[in-house]
T-cell receptor
Framework: GAGVSQSPRYKVAKRGQDVALRCDPISGHVSLFWYQQALGQGPEFLTYFQNEAQLDKSGLPSDRFFAERPEGSVSTLKIQRTQQEDSAVYLC????????????FGPGTRLTVT | RKEVEQDPGPFNVPEGATVAFNCTYSNSASQSFFWYRQDCRKEPKLLMSVYSSGNEDGRFTAQLNRASQYISLLIRDSKLSDSATYLCVVLNQAGTALIFGKGTTLSVSS
């Protein structure tokens, strides 16, 4: 079946622009996660949704980052007024039930802020 | 101190070698532990969960020492296809987020 998909795969933004990154989880998966992966580092947790409820947003680095999952399926990560340090790969993952289940990752969106 | 620490390597080994990766975690209340594999410019994929009693999946053996807060991964009879970055992962105390180490890079050569 279809895995997790993300779009766009690549995004170049000028400093100060707003960007929106989309994640389509595996159909029926309850949990959805966003991670940020800088070059040479492991993924870092940003936020977690159970259905449409955002249960943990402790990893969002600033109030410029906002995520939503209004109908409990597709999710969008929005970054306002992008800065160079936002350049990274943004990974979305979903799991059938909760965070203890295997998390299935999408291919990521590579964001470059110039 | 980072929550999950790994030796970044790289580990360069010949085919057929046995290689071991180690990892330490800082939060003694952590409950779930995993090894994920990430190929170059690809997404992470679950390799195996790690249980207190230790567990094996083919050529891969994972061990957990809760007293020392230490996790290991042993790969026997390395294959070229094992070349990847291996990420040590811990579920946070709240049970809401995976905490990843930086990863250990393995390169297997013929």
């Amino acid at each position: 079946g279809a895995g997790v998909s993300q779009s766009p795969r690549y995004k170049v933004a000028k400093r100060g622009q707003d960007v929106a990154l989309r994640c389509d989880p595996i159909s029926g998966h309850v949990s959805l996660f966003w991670y940020q992966q800088a070059l040479g580092q492991g993924p870092e947790f940003l936020t977690y949704f159970q259905n449409e409820a955002q249960l943990d947003k402790s990893g969002l680095p600033s109030d410029r980052f906002f995520a939503e999952r209004p109908e409990g399926s597709v999710s969008t990560l929005k970054i306002q007024r992008t800065q160079q340090e936002d350049s990274a790969v943004y990974l979305c993952a979903s799991s059938p039930l909760g965070p203890r289940d295997e998390q299935y990752f999408g291919p990521g969106t590579r964001l470059t802020v110039t | 101190r980072k929550e999950v620490e790994q030796d970044p390597g790289p580990f360069n080994v010949p085919e057929g070698a046995t290689v071991a990766f180690n990892c330490t975690y800082s939060n003694s209340a952590s409950q779930s532990f995993f090894w994920y594999r990430q190929d170059c410019r690809k997404e992470p994929k679950l390799l195996m969960s790690v249980y207190s009693s230790g567990n094996e999946d083919g050529r891969f053996t994972a061990q957990l020492n809760r007293a020392s807060q230490y996790i290991s991964l042993l790969i026997r009879d390395s294959k070229l296809s094992d070349s990847a970055t291996y990420l040590c992962v811990v579920l946070n105390q709240a049970g809401t987020a995976l905490i990843f180490g930086k990863g250990t890079t393995l390169s297997v050569s013929s």
